[in-house]
C-alpha cells in the first residue's frame, strides 16, 4: 500500500459504490470503533453497516489504484486490509479509515488521526 508514515498517500473519493461482487470478499470478525469514528458517523447520520458492506465487497473508497491492487493482494495473502471513505459534504468531508487484520479477527473503523 503506498503510505506514508502508515497512512495513505493518494486516492480521491470514488463514484457512489457498486461492487460486482455477489459475496463479501473476507470476514470482519469482530467490529469495533473509535470514539472519533463514531462521533463522526453520528454526525453525519450514517449507520457503520453500510461503510462495512462497501469494505467487505471491494469498494475500498477514496484509495489509488496501486491501494487498490494491495488490499486485493491483502485478501488473497491474508494480510491487512484497508479502506478509506470520505464522510460529509465536499469540501468539508472527514476521512474514516475502515481497517481489517490479517486474521480477519477484528475490523476497526477509525480516523486517521486515531491510529
Not at 503510505?3 to 459475496?23: E, N, Y
Not at 467490529?31 to 462495512?52: F, M, Y
Not at 484497508?82 to 479477527?105: C, I, R
Request: with cysteine; glycine share 8%; proline share 6%.
Amino acid at each position: 500500500m503506498n503510505t506514508k508514515h502508515g497512512r495513505p498517500t493518494c486516492g480521491t473519493a470514488l463514484p457512489p459504490f457498486s461492487s460486482g461482487h455477489k459475496l463479501p470478499m473476507f470476514a470482519l470478525g469482530h467490529v469495533v470503533a473509535t470514539p472519533g469514528a463514531l462521533d463522526l458517523l453520528d454526525r453525519h447520520g450514517l449507520n457503520a453497516a453500510s461503510i462495512l458492506q462497501r469494505h467487505i465487497y471491494g469498494d475500498f473508497g477514496a484509495v489509488c489504484a496501486d491501494d487498490r491492487a494491495a488490499n486485493l493482494a491483502a485478501i488473497r495473502d491474508q494480510t491487512r486490509i484497508l479502506s478509506a471513505y470520505q464522510v460529509g459534504p465536499d469540501g468539508k468531508s472527514e476521512k474514516l479509515w475502515v481497517l481489517t487484520e490479517a486474521d480477519q479477527s477484528v475490523t476497526t473503523l477509525l480516523l486517521p488521526s486515531e491510529y
